[in-house]
């Protein structure tokens, strides 16, 4: 529960910074700071890099500042 929820809030924090953007005219695409990324594959996609990187990173802090 608490890897997911990290990860989407990555997810929510690059959409926050237009790092991450969903263009949808004329068709759909993803873009990674103004990359049309939408042709990579899942596990090489940049934003899921970092989502995963991150919830790593967060969690282990988030953990060691709330010991009880």
């Not at 990324?37 to 090489?44: G, R």
């Amino acid at each position: 529960f608490y890897t997911t929820l990290t990860h989407e809030l990555v997810h929510m924090k690059q959409f926050m910074l237009c790092e991450l953007q969903d263009a949808y005219a004329p068709t759909y695409k993803q873009l990674w700071k103004g990359v049309d990324m939408s042709d990579t594959v899942y596990s090489k996609q940049p934003w899921e890099r970092e989502a995963r990187s991150l919830e790593k990173k967060y969690l282990k802090e988030f953990f060691s500042l709330n010991k009880s």
